[in-house]
């Protein structure tokens, strides 16, 4: 089941609606889901931002889900990462894990980020486990962080440096031809 990404187009927009409103993907989202109008004034400004930039990722050619990156114009060189699978049967079956390499990179590589980070909510287990596999460590924990539906919730804050990625990456990519989640040619 080989994964790739490609960039968001202007066509995805309904697509994107659908999976940020299902209910696995809404559940670890900050935000309460969006209107159909409020989703279409927010896609147009992330496809017109420098600022940001999305992929859809593939699995055997099918769109499953949605990666992106926030902070690309900062001087800092660092990036917010945000991904999802929103397709619900290609959940839990590495599709998450191998866009994340893709997406690792296209940061350090094309794109000259030094660090990627993100906020993880703390019982999303899946996503911190994800992510710890790739080589990224929890630099910070932020309490009472989030608040959806009247609770409040804590947060994992997540990084990865270059070159934590650069020593991670072999390993990450063995695995990922050994499952055939990554067809050769991006291996290398
Ligand atoms: C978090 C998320 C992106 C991870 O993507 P995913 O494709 O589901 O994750 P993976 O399949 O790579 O890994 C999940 C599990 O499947 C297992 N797995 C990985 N490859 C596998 C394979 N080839 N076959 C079977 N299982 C596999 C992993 O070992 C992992 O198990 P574990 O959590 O018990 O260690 C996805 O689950 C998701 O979109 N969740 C909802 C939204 C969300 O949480 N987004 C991120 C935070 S905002």
Same mark, same amino acid.
């Given at each position: 089941?080989?994964?790739?990404?490609?960039?968001?187009? &202007?066509?995805?927009?309904?697509?994107?609606?659908?999976?940020?409103? +299902?209910?696995?993907?809404?559940?670890?989202?900050?935000?309460?889901?969006?209107?159909?109008?409020?989703?279409?004034?927010?896609?147009?400004?992330?496809?017109?931002?420098?600022?940001?930039?999305?992929?859809?990722?593939?699995?055997?050619?099918?769109?499953?889900?949605?990666?992106?990156? +926030?902070?690309?114009?900062?001087?800092?060189?660092?990036?917010?990462?945000?991904?999802?699978?929103?397709?619900?049967?290609?959940?839990?079956?590495?599709?998450?894990? &191998?866009?994340?390499?893709?997406?690792?990179?296209?940061?350090?590589g094309p794109f000259g980020l030094q660090k990627?980070?993100? $906020?993880?909510? &703390? +019982?999303? $287990?899946?996503?911190?486990?994800?992510?710890?596999?790739?080589?990224?460590?929890? $630099?910070?924990?932020?309490?009472?962080?989030?608040?959806k539906h009247g609770q409040f919730r804590d947060?994992?804050?997540?990084?990865?440096?270059?070159? +934590?990625?650069?020593?991670?990456?072999?390993?990450?990519?063995?695995?990922?031809?050994?499952?055939?989640?990554?067809?050769?040619?991006?291996?290398?």
């Amino acid at each position: 089941m080989p994964i790739s990404l490609r960039d968001v187009e &202007a066509d995805d927009v309904e697509r994107l609606f659908q999976w940020r409103n +299902e209910p696995e993907v809404d559940r670890w989202m900050y935000s309460v889901p969006p209107t159909l109008e409020e989703h279409r004034a927010w896609f147009s400004a992330f496809l017109a931002d420098p600022d940001r930039k999305g992929w859809i990722i593939l699995r055997n050619g099918e769109p499953c889900g949605s990666l992106t990156l +926030e902070g690309l114009i900062a001087p800092q060189r660092r990036a917010k990462w945000g991904w999802y699978i929103g397709d619900a049967e290609a959940r839990g079956r590495g599709a998450g894990r &191998a866009a994340q390499a893709l997406g690792l990179d296209q940061a350090f590589g094309p794109f000259g980020l030094q660090k990627v980070w993100s $906020e993880i909510r &703390a +019982e999303n $287990e899946t996503a911190l486990k994800a992510q710890a596999w790739a080589g990224f460590r929890r $630099e910070g924990y932020l309490r009472r962080h989030a608040f959806k539906h009247g609770q409040f919730r804590d947060v994992a804050l997540m990084s990865i440096l270059k070159e +934590e990625w650069q020593a991670r990456r072999p390993v990450v990519v063995k695995e990922l031809l050994a499952s055939g989640l990554v067809a050769q040619a991006q291996g290398h």
